[in-house]
């Protein structure tokens, strides 16, 4: 499985080419330049996202297993009780 970091680089080399490639034939303009930065944005949003929603799911799942008491040498959950009402 490809990391997220390595598609990012993925995309960014490939826009580099493009714009190395334009350049040299003479036909890179500002709307190729904004094309590419578009689109390397965008890919690296939905790289974030992904990674964010991934690593709430793994922590979710941790904090579930420690919960539970299905996870070895973890910390140790302890609840809070109820605020005395004044």
């Known amino acids: 499985m490809i990391s997220a970091q390595e598609r990012l680089a993925d995309v960014v080399a490939a826009a580099v080419e493009v714009a190395a490639e334009s350049g040299e034939s003479g036909t890179y303009t500002a709307e190729v330049a904004h094309t590419l930065t578009a689109v390397v944005g965008k890919v690296g949003a939905r790289v974030a996202v992904?990674?964010?929603?991934?690593?709430?799911?793994?922590?979710?799942?941790?904090?579930?297993?420690?919960?539970?008491?299905?996870?070895?040498?973890?910390?140790?959950?302890?609840?809070?009780?109820s605020a005395p009402e004044e």
Not at 64 to 70: E, P, V
């Open 50 to 81: 992904e990674a964010e929603t991934r690593g709430f799911r793994s922590g979710w799942g941790e904090a579930i297993a420690l919960a539970s008491g299905g996870a070895e040498g973890g910390a140790q959950v302890l609840r809070m009780s």
